[in-house]
């Protein structure tokens, strides 16, 4: 069994992480998208409500499952018996903080590997941070996120 885990916050889920997700499904018999939970910053979302925009934008029938984890990235990779992390690379300014974890995940865990991914063209600009900002304005997010992200993303600035 083939088992894959991409990690990240997904604060939340955009586009370009869900174009990562389905490519990457295609490679491993199974793929968690591990939300991790140990964000010195408060996160917008709760690791439940990121959970679930993630699990509603996947289709019904997929090998795609979503989980949390605390601690080091590599511990978590060992506890589900995977061995690959998966990245995603969307401009050089990804690569050098990219290089440095991978580096320090080999030292930790040399039999995990790190494998990157190019974002597709389309969402090489978008980062979960820029669509906080611009939803948080008022600004059109549409096409930028699944349309779960999109009306929840609506409520949540409705509502402050
Ligand atoms: P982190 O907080 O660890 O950077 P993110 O949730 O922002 O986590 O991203 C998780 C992974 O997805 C990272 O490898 C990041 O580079 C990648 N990623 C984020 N946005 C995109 C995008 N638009 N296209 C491709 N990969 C992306």
């Given at each position: 069994?083939k088992?894959?885990?991409?990690?990240?916050?997904?604060?939340?889920?955009?586009?370009?992480?869900?174009?990562i997700?389905r490519?990457?499904?295609?490679?491993?018999?199974?793929?968690?998208?591990?939300?991790?939970?140990?964000?010195?910053?408060k996160?917008?979302?709760?690791?439940?409500?990121?959970?679930?925009?993630?699990?509603q934008?996947l289709?019904?029938?997929?090998?795609v499952k979503?989980?949390?984890?605390?601690?080091?990235t590599v511990?978590?990779?060992?506890?589900?018996?995977?061995n690959?992390?998966?990245?995603?690379?969307r401009?050089?300014s990804?690569?050098?903080i990219?290089?440095?974890m991978?580096m320090?995940n080999?030292k930790l865990?040399?039999?995990?590997?790190?494998v990157?991914?190019?974002s597709?063209n389309?969402?090489?600009?978008l980062?979960?941070?820029?669509i906080?900002?611009?939803a948080s304005?008022?600004?059109?997010?549409?096409?930028f996120v699944?349309e779960?992200?999109?009306?929840?993303l609506?409520?949540?600035f409705?509502?402050?």
């Amino acid at each position: 069994m083939k088992r894959g885990v991409y990690p990240g916050s997904f604060d939340p889920i955009t586009n370009g992480h869900l174009d990562i997700i389905r490519r990457a499904a295609t490679i491993f018999d199974e793929l968690i998208v591990a939300i991790s939970v140990n964000s010195a910053k408060k996160p917008c979302f709760t690791m439940e409500e990121r959970a679930e925009m993630i699990r509603q934008a996947l289709p019904a029938d997929t090998n795609v499952k979503v989980d949390f984890f605390t601690g080091l990235t590599v511990d978590y990779v060992e506890k589900v018996r995977a061995n690959v992390i998966i990245r995603g690379l969307r401009a050089i300014s990804d690569f050098e903080i990219e290089l440095q974890m991978a580096m320090v995940n080999k030292k930790l865990k040399p039999e995990v590997e790190t494998v990157f991914m190019m974002s597709k063209n389309d969402y090489s600009f978008l980062s979960s941070s820029i669509i906080r900002e611009l939803a948080s304005y008022g600004g059109c997010i549409k096409g930028f996120v699944p349309e779960n992200v999109e009306k929840k993303l609506a409520e949540k600035f409705k509502s402050k």
